[in-house]
Each structure stands twice: as structure tokens, then as C-alpha cells.
């Protein structure tokens, strides 16, 4: 049985515990195992040592698993979670497949426009109010980095959610 380290800002959530389980379920009844960000073995409560053992504890996860999963839609802002974009280049680094799902798939400069606020600039680009371009016009959807490192690990970037990708997997045999 493959196993799926699932990567995402989940773990925020007030309800994380029973989104994962419910989502560790789901992998099963695709005939996965999944692990979630929240299995490692945290033991220390001074919180640099804690945050450091975290940190830690997901990178053996992710080692341990065969896939990677990361919900790559926004996250307090118009952009991925940073841990998540973190856990997609290190899995990829790894030589893990790597795949990631979200529900708005228009082009990157869109998204951000529709998260903040941005001005025309004489570049020809939108420019945001911290004095950044909006100029990563590629067609992606995520930053271009994150999107590559999934399609050249072999996965795949998937409109919709985590029973999506899974369900992707399952048409892939």
C-alpha cells in the first residue's frame, strides 16, 4: 500500500484533527495511507524546541511517504501556504511524485488581483501596493516554482479537491 503525506494549511483549521481524519479516511477508501503533518511525534513544549521537532517530524513524513498531496490554493492571501510550498520542494527534491489540487486554476496575475489590491504600472503589468510587479504572466496558476516541481515529479495540478487528485490516481492505474 502507497503511502500519501498530505501537505496544506489544514493544520490552522479549529477543526484541523477532524478535517485530516476525515481526509486520511477518504485516501483510504482509495486504497492509500495517508499521513498528515499532525502523525509526527511532538514531544517538546518550549516553543523554539517544539517548532523545531515539528519541523523535523514532517520532513521524516515526507521521506517515509511515496506521494505527496498539497492543497495548493491560497492562504492568507493570494498565494500557496509557505510550509506547503516548503513540503512540495522538499518532496520533490526527494523524488517523490508530487501532486497538488485547487479550485481556481486563472492565470497567477489574476488570482492576486482578485486577492489585493494593484495599480497600472508604465511596465505594461500590474503593479501591487508594496511595489512589486505582477509580472509572472506564464499561464500558471501557482507560482511558477511550486507548479513545475509538481509536473516534472510526475503529478499533476488538479482543479478541485483532495478526491480529485485521488481519484486521478486511481484512473492512472
Request: proline fraction near 3%.
Amino acid at each position: 500500500m502507497q503511502t500519501i503525506y498530505l501537505a496544506g494549511p489544514e493544520v490552522f483549521l479549529p477543526n484541523a484533527t477532524e478535517i485530516l481524519s476525515n481526509a486520511k479516511n477518504l485516501c483510504e477508501t482509495f486504497g492509500y495511507r495517508a499521513l498528515s503533518p499532525f502523525d509526527g511525534e511532538v514531544t517538546d513544549q518550549l516553543f523554539m524546541e517544539r517548532a523545531n521537532q515539528i519541523f523535523k517530524e514532517n520532513i521524516l513524513l515526507i521521506r517515509k511517504c511515496d506521494i505527496v498531496i498539497a492543497n495548493c490554493n491560497p492562504f492568507r492571501g493570494a498565494c500557496i501556504d509557505d510550509g506547503t510550498a516548503f513540503e512540495i520542494g522538499y518532496a520533490y527534491s526527494q523524488g517523490k511524485r508530487v501532486f497538488g489540487y485547487l479550485n481556481d486554476k486563472r492565470i497567477l496575475p489574476e488570482i492576486v488581483k482578485s486577492k489585493i489590491q494593484t495599480k497600472p504600472h508604465a511596465s505594461g503589468y500590474a503593479i501591487d501596493n508594496d511595489g512589486y510587479l505582477l509580472n509572472e504572466d506564464f499561464g500558471n496558476s501557482i507560482n511558477l516554482m511550486l507548479e513545475f516541481s509538481i509536473l516534472d515529479s510526475g503529478g499533476s495540478l488538479v482543479l478541485g479537491n483532495l478526491e480529485a487528485v485521488l481519484q486521478l490516481l486511481k484512473n492512472r492505474g
